[in-house]
């Protein structure tokens, strides 16, 4: 297996700290079936208040979440999801919403994943008949992923919640990174959610737990979720251990991550005068560095296929993109010397 001294491939690429470890070890345990396990009733409690939703259940992956989630809302087989083109959850989970959910994935163009009112309308369009599916979720991510970290702003929200209304579907938020969220603007958690029907928050992206997701809405909605979970794998007995890393990170590690968001800014800062990369620094707005390489002799696989040689991972997202995210286990110095190894194999390419 590979070993990189610098890894901005995701930012779940660090591990749990001592100290998160040792609240791991030191867990007081139950049955999660059986809603016996006070370290993970705790934590689905504090999540519901954080995010002002009545019920909660924990899971072990934001990807399940979403499954769950989906399955729960979607009534036929066929039901429509709307998402932006490039969400995660359409396009980077093993085809999870045709393939777990029997759904009809909706992608709909938009800047930096973050699509307007008009364009949902749009999409969901006003033809009638036994040939048209149903549409029934409108799934957005906070952040969005291939978006480059962007945040959905809460006007943006409110009006895809109306749009949502008039056509009886609900809204599910995507909130992988809606801790991210809520430290660059100061908005609470609960005022982005308000415009939600259904919503999860991961803590393994940037928190640093090993694993571990709560998805949160109404309590008949959880009721029913409980049944997915079931169905799909993820009942749990002595989760508590699990649970109390979250819960490590809940406590710990959110108000950090503003860490990230300036080195974010930086790695864009220090790309941005190289005369072979695209990149508007006043992009950024979390963790996540999205930027072009315009080199006709040098494509951005082969550029990332270097770098890992020299023990730096990125992600080439295809011949001319490549996304660096950046998370408590990547320092200043770390973004120096990223942005230095490029400048030196841009100015004199392999």
């Known amino acids: ?193 308000r415009y939600t029907d259904s919503v999860w928050v991961d803590f393994s992206k940037g928190l640093g737990a090993p694993m571990g997701a709560v998805l949160c809405g109404s309590k008949d909605f959880i009721d029913t979720a409980w049944y997915y979970k079931f169905q799909q794998g993820g009942a749990m007995h002595q989760a508590g251990i699990l649970a109390a890393g979250c819960l490590y990170a809940m406590e710990n590690q959110i108000e950090r991550l503003i860490d990230d968001h300036d080195n974010a800014r930086l790695l864009a800062k220090l790309l941005k005068d190289n005369p072979y990369i695209q990149i508007n620094p006043e992009d950024i707005e979390t963790n996540i560095v999205i930027f072009q390489v315009n080199n006709i002799s040098l494509t951005a696989y082969k550029l990332v296929n270097f770098l890992e040689s020299q023990g730096i991972r990125l992600l080439a997202l295809n011949d001319k993109t490549i996304r660096a995210i950046v998370h408590q286990g990547i320092s200043q110095d770390d973004i120096y010397s990223v942005s230095k190894v490029i400048k030196l194999l841009l100015k004199d390419p392999l």
């Open 1 to 193: 297996m590979k070993s990189f001294k610098i890894d901005l491939f995701s930012d779940t690429n660090f591990g749990p700290s001592l100290e998160m470890r040792k609240a791991m070890y030191q867990a007081e345990v139950g049955n999660e079936v059986a809603g016996e396990d006070p370290t993970v009733n705790l934590l689905i409690e504090k999540v519901c208040d954080y995010l002002g939703k009545e019920a909660g259940v924990f899971m072990p992956s934001g990807t399940m979440c979403n499954g769950v989630a989906y399955r729960t809302w979607c009534l036929r087989p066929g039901d429509r999801i709307f998402f932006d083109r490039y969400a995660h959850a359409a396009n980077l989970a093993a085809g999870l919403p045709c393939g777990l959910v029997s759904a009809t994935p909706i992608g709909i163009e938009c800047d930096k994943g973050i699509f307007s009112a008009e364009q949902l309308q749009l999409a969901i369009g006003e033809r009638k008949g036994y040939n048209i599916p149903e549409g029934r979720i409108v799934s957005i991510e906070q952040t969005t992923n291939l978006g480059g970290g962007a945040i959905w702003p809460i006007s943006s929200l409110f009006a895809i919640q109306q749009v949502a209304k008039k056509y009886k579907m609900v809204v599910h938020m995507d909130g992988a990174r809606l801790f991210n969220a809520v430290v660059a603007t100061m908005i609470s958690a609960h005022e982005f959610c």
